[in-house]
């Protein structure tokens, strides 16, 4: 356990204490009583006997709630979030049914059944009045549970300041703006509008996905994670970021002791743990989990939590039926696939996982954890399926931005003061995938292009896919290491053709090392020309023999190591950035023998994903490779671009150690090709970034900042 040491001068903190506000209570309680009586009117079996009854068993059933569901969340039973989830919902019908029995002149209740049900019901109601009429902002009784859990667990009182860090994942910055303006993120348009924030943009690396992303933002490093799925030649197995035992490997690669969570941080539904002491929903560290995470239990202790869950739940089910029926309504394009279980992925990502997230934070802050990292996926997940800025999608940040302002409302009750950042890994491109637009795949084009052999693919899509199954596993203590497990592809007549957003991976399979370009021409002479004359297709990452690494276009070729173009360069579109990016990548040990970009139309701001996501990332072009970091204006970043999430991690590891002292998080001790000035330091001749994008440097090493690891 990380204790402070004194460091530097602030007045001592005193932390408020949650107080009961009588007019707002007695409102409370009103629309309790109301949603009793709605529930009784709808649901037979059950009579409350007016409205003066109701507002009796409201206030019973309210003592009652009060009492029981947190001796039960406090019982260390197995399968603690499944059974938890049952019991708590057991429990609302009973507490009905035991308020009858207490007073029956107010309520009478045939039998459980339907007791339950009007538990159900009346909760439901209880969210509507609760959203019309604003009683929902109101998270005193919460805090209050989640402040008895924190001392139950440990509780550290300090004048340090602690720091939340407050992921959304796939937003890009000029979305985001858009979004704030627009009304849609109410509370970080607030925090800009008062001066007490500011926005700045950073660059994504060439994979621009939450694996690569969060290895350099968490860990220091993402050198030889090409795209969210690769494959290891030497070992014949497809690696992916969704994997378990993938991800505890990746970050035993990765971790050098520099994690940003490291010394007391906790992790909150991210890839990887930043070297953190306590984690909920991390991938990297539930394989070796072997009993129920204790973190859910904050979520069980609100016996209100359990049912307004499931209404909510049910709820989001409705929104996604309605939106895609809307969707094909009005023949609304680019469409996605919204059918077979991504209406339960989505309603457990931005409900269920969403609420997790949020209690796991708030008991965080209560227990004065130093630093606290946490991923909201929820806007990542509706997006993909609905497009950037549709009403759905727009919604969904909007039900994120609620949540960062009761975060923000908790501060003033945590035993330590606290800053917050929010920040993105990454954002997202919008267009109709590469097979909607041609009628085939990346991989039916590489296969018929092949002079022998044949061509395996795996599926991509939702990187969310597997959140919602590893959040029951963790919660059950039944993970298994192998939930995503790798596949073989060993046999030396196939070419692997992978897709993680509009960047494709193409590894054929002939040999266990990567083959030249000549090599490639000289076995599939019809491959290089149909990829590279390809109009969906904007450039090929290959690697000549005598040239060195090559991007290739259909008109051009340029020459990576020393910037020579041949004809029409095929990067023109991109970041200035664009070729040290594929530079870098071009020195992974696990890059593909091809690297497939799609097309870039800087008028549309489109281009094409070769999986099946109308809105994706992964690659460059677009907003994709713009995510933000909105922070309080007196913790600056430096003066010069922020390129690639390893650059992220040393400014946010260095507003940690100025707010924590030096010893919080240990200095990078190997240094990047490129130095690395101090953000203290005067900034370098021109490197400046503009108020909206990350802009091109007069050539000084500080520019990139990338890792050139061998």
């Given at each position: 356990?990380?204790?402070?040491?004194?460091?530097?001068?602030?007045?001592?903190?005193?932390?408020?204490?949650?107080?009961?506000?009588?007019?707002?209570?007695?409102?409370?309680?009103?629309?309790?009583?109301?949603?009793l009586l709605v529930a009784a009117y709808i649901v037979p079996g059950v009579v409350v006997h007016g409205f003066w009854g109701a507002l009796g068993a409201a206030l019973l059933i309210a003592v009652l709630n009060a009492i029981l569901p947190p001796i039960i969340a406090s019982l260390r039973i197995p399968f603690m979030a499944l059974l938890g989830f049952v019991v708590v919902l057991l429990v609302d019908a009973a507490l009905l049914e035991l308020a009858a029995l207490i007073r029956p002149e107010a309520l009478t209740i045939d039998d459980f059944g339907w007791a339950l049900v009007a538990a159900l019901v009346a909760s439901a109601v209880g969210v509507v009045l609760d959203i019309v009429f604003a009683?929902?902002?109101?998270?005193?009784?919460?805090?209050?549970?989640?402040?008895?859990?924190?001392?139950?667990?440990?509780?550290?009182?300090?004048?340090?300041?602690?720091?939340?860090?407050?992921?959304?994942?796939?937003?890009?910055?000029?979305?985001?703006?858009?979004?704030?303006?627009?009304?849609?993120?109410?509370?970080?348009?607030?925090?800009?509008?008062?001066?007490?924030?500011?926005?700045?943009?950073?660059?994504?690396?060439?994979?621009?996905?939450?694996?690569?992303?969060?290895?350099?933002?968490?860990?220091?490093?993402?050198?030889?994670?090409?795209?969210?799925?690769?494959?290891?030649?030497?070992?014949?197995?497809?690696?992916?970021?969704?994997?378990?035992?993938?991800?505890?490997?990746?970050?035993?690669?990765?971790?050098?002791?520099?994690?940003?969570?490291?010394?007391?941080?906790?992790?909150?539904?991210?890839?990887?743990?930043?070297?953190?002491?306590?984690?909920?929903?991390?991938?990297?560290?539930?394989?070796?989990?072997?009993?129920?995470?204790?973190?859910?239990?904050?979520?069980?202790?609100?016996?209100?939590?359990?049912?307004?869950?499931?209404?909510?739940?049910?709820?989001?089910?409705?929104?996604?039926?309605?939106?895609?029926?809307?969707?094909?309504?009005?023949?609304?394009?680019?469409?996605?696939?919204?059918?077979?279980?991504?209406?339960?992925?989505?309603?457990?990502?931005?409900?269920?996982?969403?609420?997790?997230?949020?209690?796991?934070?708030?008991?965080?802050?209560?227990?004065?954890?130093?630093?606290?990292?946490?991923?909201?996926?929820?806007?990542?997940?509706?997006?993909?399926?609905?497009?950037?800025?549709?009403?759905?999608?727009?919604?969904?940040?909007?039900?994120?931005?609620?949540?960062?302002?009761?975060?923000?409302?908790?501060?003033?009750?945590?035993?330590?003061?606290?800053?917050?950042?929010?920040?993105?890994?990454?954002?997202?491109?919008?267009?109709?995938?590469?097979?909607?637009?041609?009628?085939?795949?990346?991989?039916?084009?590489?296969?018929?292009?092949?002079?022998?052999?044949?061509?395996?693919?795996?599926?991509?899509?939702?990187?969310?896919?597997?959140?919602?199954?590893?959040?029951?596993?963790?919660?059950?203590?039944?993970?298994?290491?192998?939930?995503?497990?790798?596949?073989?592809?060993?046999?030396?007549?196939?070419?692997?053709?992978?897709?993680?957003?509009?960047?494709?991976?193409?590894?054929?399979?002939?040999?266990?090392?990567?083959?030249?370009?000549?090599?490639?021409?000289?076995?599939?002479?019809?491959?290089?020309?149909?990829?590279?004359?390809?109009?969906?297709?904007?450039?090929?990452?290959?690697?000549?023999?005598?040239?060195?690494?090559?991007?290739?276009?259909?008109?051009?070729?340029?020459?990576?190591?020393?910037?020579?173009?041949?004809?029409?360069?095929?990067?023109?579109?991109?970041?200035?950035?664009?070729?040290?990016?594929?530079?870098?990548?071009?020195?992974?040990?696990?890059?593909?023998?091809?690297?497939?970009?799609?097309?870039?139309?800087?008028?549309?701001?489109?281009?094409?994903?070769?999986?099946?996501?109308?809105?994706?990332?992964?690659?460059?072009?677009?907003?994709?490779?713009?995510?933000?970091?909105?922070?309080?204006?007196?913790?600056?970043?430096?003066?010069?671009?922020?390129?690639?999430?390893?650059?992220?991690?040393?400014?946010?590891?260095?507003?940690?150690?100025?707010?924590?002292?030096?010893?919080?998080?240990?200095?990078?001790?190997?240094?990047?090709?490129?130095?690395?000035?101090?953000?203290?330091?005067?900034?370098?001749?021109?490197?400046?970034?503009?108020?909206?994008?990350?802009?091109?440097?007069?050539?000084?090493?500080?520019?990139?900042?990338?890792?050139?690891?061998?």
């Open positions: 356990m990380w204790h402070p040491a004194p460091y530097g001068e602030s007045p001592a903190w005193k932390p408020a204490r949650p107080r009961f506000r009588p007019i707002r209570l007695l409102f409370s309680w009103l629309v309790a009583a109301a949603s009683t929902n902002d109101d998270d005193t009784y919460s805090l209050r549970v989640v402040q008895r859990i924190a001392r139950s667990q440990g509780r550290e009182r300090t004048d340090i300041p602690g720091i939340i860090f407050l992921e959304i994942d796939g937003l890009a910055a000029p979305l985001l703006r858009r979004a704030m303006r627009d009304g849609n993120a109410p509370t970080m348009a607030s925090w800009l509008a008062d001066g007490s924030y500011s926005l700045v943009e950073w660059e994504t690396d060439l994979s621009s996905q939450t694996g690569a992303s969060q290895a350099g933002i968490l860990l220091g490093s993402n050198f030889d994670i090409p795209a969210f799925r690769w494959v290891d030649k030497v070992t014949g197995q497809v690696i992916a970021c969704s994997g378990l035992a993938e991800c505890a490997e990746l970050e035993e690669q990765h971790a050098t002791g520099i994690g940003l969570l490291v010394n007391g941080g906790s992790s909150r539904a991210n890839l990887f743990s930043g070297e953190a002491e306590e984690s909920i929903l991390t991938s990297s560290k539930i394989a070796a989990e072997t009993a129920a995470n204790p973190g859910y239990r904050a979520v069980f202790s609100n016996g209100f939590n359990v049912t307004r869950t499931l209404v909510l739940f049910t709820w989001e089910i409705v929104l996604e039926w309605s939106a895609a029926l809307r969707a094909i309504r009005r023949r609304v394009q680019p469409r996605g696939h919204r059918g077979g279980k991504y209406p339960l992925l989505r309603a457990a990502v931005c409900v269920v996982v969403r609420d997790l997230i949020v209690y796991g934070v708030l008991t965080d802050m209560m227990r004065g954890r130093p630093a606290v990292y946490a991923t909201f996926a929820s806007y990542d997940e509706v997006a993909h399926h609905s497009g950037l800025e549709r009403a759905d999608t727009l919604e969904a940040l909007r039900k994120v931005d609620q949540q960062f302002a009761r975060i923000e409302r908790a501060r003033r009750y945590a035993p330590r003061p606290y800053r917050i950042i929010v920040l993105s890994d990454h954002g997202q491109t919008q267009g109709a995938t590469f097979k909607q637009r041609n009628g085939y795949s990346l991989e039916d084009l590489v296969e018929r292009s092949l002079k022998s052999g044949s061509v395996l693919s795996f599926a991509g899509g939702d990187e969310q896919n597997s959140k919602a199954s590893v959040a029951l596993g963790e919660a059950v203590g039944k993970t298994s290491k192998h939930a995503a497990p790798t596949e073989g592809v060993a046999a030396e007549n196939r070419a692997v053709v992978l897709g993680s957003g509009n960047l494709g991976l193409v590894y054929l399979m002939e040999e266990r090392r990567r083959l030249t370009l000549e090599e490639i021409d000289e076995r599939h002479p019809q491959l290089i020309p149909a990829l590279r004359e390809h109009s969906h297709i904007g450039w090929l990452l290959v690697r000549s023999a005598e040239h060195g690494p090559l991007a290739l276009g259909a008109n051009g070729t340029r020459h990576l190591a020393d910037g020579r173009v041949e004809g029409e360069d095929p990067l023109a579109q991109f970041s200035p950035n664009a070729p040290t990016h594929l530079l870098r990548t071009d020195s992974f040990p696990h890059v593909a023998d091809i690297m497939v970009g799609s097309f870039y139309d800087p008028d549309l701001d489109e281009g094409c994903a070769f999986e099946e996501l109308i809105s994706f990332h992964g690659g460059l072009g677009g907003p994709q490779t713009r995510p933000f970091i909105l922070h309080p204006v007196d913790l600056p970043p430096p003066s010069w671009p922020i390129v690639g999430a390893e650059l992220v991690h040393d400014v946010l590891a260095d507003w940690r150690r100025e707010l924590q002292g030096d010893d919080a998080v240990p200095v990078r001790a190997t240094p990047t090709l490129a130095p690395r000035p101090s953000r203290r330091a005067a900034p370098p001749r021109a490197a400046v970034a503009s108020s909206d994008r990350c802009t091109e440097h007069d050539g000084s090493p500080p520019l990139l900042l990338l890792s050139l690891r061998a």
